[in-house]
């Protein structure tokens, strides 16, 4: 049988399922689930399904250094900012938390030409491997 650490089972078997049903080629998840990924390929070899390629991301931390969690309430990131106002700002934190060197006259950009930048220059290698906190 296959079980998770806290109890419910065919959690993984249900993951390669959904994700082979749904034509999934790429998953993007934090590095804490990095421990699931090799079971995970296992079950698709063994069934015969695609194997997407994966990336694991460093956790986003808060302030104590606790993983923020959607599921623990944790406060969000955009709190008591106008996205319409800061919404750059949030993309620009967000590119450099993820290793990216945003040049220092791009800061003030609008949303649209600090994504296209991102999508051009984004460099996959430069991802840190550790958590850490988001400052913005």
Known sequence: MIRRKDGPFAYQLAVVVDDAAMG????VRGADLLSSTPRQILLQRLLGLPTPGYAHLPLVTGPDHAKLSKRDNAVSLA???DLATHGSRLIAASLEF??????AELVAASCRELLEWGRVRFDSELIPCQSRHLTL
């Open 98 to 103: 993820l290793g990216q060197s945003v040049p």
């Open 79 to 81: 709190r008591n900012l």
């Open 24 to 27: 999934v080629n790429q998953v």
